[in-house]
Structures are given as structure tokens and as C-alpha cells.
């Protein structure tokens, strides 16, 4: 399964690391160039992601501010929500106390925030911050009137609400009958799918996405329709198999991680129209593989518990393998 860890999966942090360069640089431009962010921002999304009510915000921006992508005044205090942006003012909050977050020099020395991350939670965190950072600049809200950290938590919560739900529930699991030959069967299948569905995968999702912005080809997001593939097709064949009943938690986890990674990995291709959604997908993403870290480990913890060995032929051994691959990548202790 080359996608959420692997050998190929890479180390986590520099990938994303990587993939937050190049998503800054494709829609901002330089860091260091003030007036060239602004140029580069207007040419990428001109032409890309809609206005539908015409009020000078683009729908994904909407997302971001938490207004209404069909109502020009939001909030109704009689101000368009583009406009409000414009003068710092939320347009979200009716006016006239609606100023977006000013300066304040005695929190400011408090909110350096130090520049690196290392679990995967932190690190979405961390790809937010560094877009919503970017974004802002772009925004001219970089001019020291307001609190970029502050105004930068407020689109953190508006990103926040956008989590995905888990649409598994270990209500729904069909089981078979407790037994080491049960629990064995069912093992062998699973990992069988998993290893049929994403060993012939190159690389990963995210590296896709990166090679994606750096050509600034558009055509490369259909990549990453082989993993969408996979993940499809892993869920299918999943979801009609029989856990043994000790195993039906682990067996809807692993539905439920596949599920929200397929519709990470739709959310990202939607980076040119919707750069908030595909936010929201990379954000998911990485939740995936942080929550793929903890299945593999309670897996293993499992089998070894009831005594279950795979030689290295069987299907089931996918398990073992998956979890030595993310060992020795360090995503697991
Ligand atoms: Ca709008
Ligand atoms: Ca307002």
C-alpha cells in the first residue's frame, strides 16, 4: 500500500513540507516580493474559481470567511463581503463593531510561533497556517494594522468545520463466527485487497500534487485517479468481507480511513477552482495517515496478542509489512 505509508510513502514531513513551497509559489508567488504576490495571485485565480454573487470574493474564498457564497452582503450590514475584506472588516459578523482583529503589541511577542512540525496533527496545522499566511499577504493584510495570527485562527475554525465524518459505523459490519480459522480467512482477504488494490502505485498522493503545481499542469491531477481507483475498489471488496467480532473495530477503521482518503484525494484535485477544499483535502489526508499509524499499530498489537503468524507468502503478512514499512519510515515509534 504505497499510499498513506510505504517505503515510497517518503518521509511525511518533507513531502509536505515540499508540497506547502509549491502551493505557496503557485498562487502567491515569491514570499520576498510584496507587489509580485498580488500579480501572481490575481493571474492564478481570475480565471479559475467563481464569483457567483459577483461581490468581488471567489466562492472557495467564501469557505475561508465563513460567508455566503450566494449573498453579495453576507451579513447584511450593508457592506458587499469583498468590500469588507478590503477595510479589515468581517464579513461574516454584521457591522459596525466587525473589524477583523487588530494589533496588539502585547500578545504580539507571544504568537512567534516556532516553524516546525512534527506529528502529523501538527502539521496540519502547520500547512494551513503557512497557506492562510500566503493567502492573507495577498489580501494586502500584511501592512501592520491587523493581527495576521489572530484573523489566521478565525479562517483556522472556519477550515476546522470542514472535517470530514466518519460514514462507517461498526453497526453495519457483518461478522462471522469467533476462531482463530475465522479471524485468519478474514486477515488474508483484507490484506490480499490492499495489497492487490495499491501495490502496482507509484509514489504518493501528495508527491502527485507537487509535481502538479510545479508544472502548473492541470492535466497531471488525473494521476491521482489511480489511487481514487483504489481506494474505491478497496472499500468494495472490504466492506463485503466478515471480520471475526474482536476484529470489527479495526475492520470499520480501516473502511473509514480508505473512505476519507478517497475524498481527500477528490478535494485536492479541486486546487484550481477551490484551493480551500483542496486545503481541506490535504488537511484529511494527513489525518488519514496519522489515523493509518494507529491502525497498523492496534493491528499488529492484535495479532500478536492472539498469536496470529503469517509467513511472508500469505496475504495477511500485508499487515506485518505495512507496519514495518512505517517503522522504518518513523512514522511509528
Ligand atoms: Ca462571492
Ligand atoms: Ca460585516
Redesign the pocket.
Known sequence: MRTIFTKKGIVLAGVTLGLLGVLGSYFYGSNNNAGGNNLVYENKTNNTGA?????????W??GLWG?N?NL?DSDKDGTP??EEIRLKRNPALAGPNDALPGINPSLNEAQTKNETATSSENLTEFVSRQFLANYLASKNFGDGTTDKEAISDLLLENLQKQVYSDKYSKADVKFSAEGEANKKTYLNAAGGVLKKNFDKLDGNELQIMISVLKSDDMEELKNLEGFRKAYAASIAELASLKPTPDLIDLHTELLNILANSDRAVLDMQKIESDPFKALVGISEYLNGMGRMQGFLVSMNKKMNTDSIIFSYRDPGYAFVDYYAQAKAAGYIQ
Open positions: 464569483d457567483s454573487d459577483g461581490d468581488g470574493l471567489k466562492d474564498e467564501e460567508s457564497p453579495a463581503d469583498g
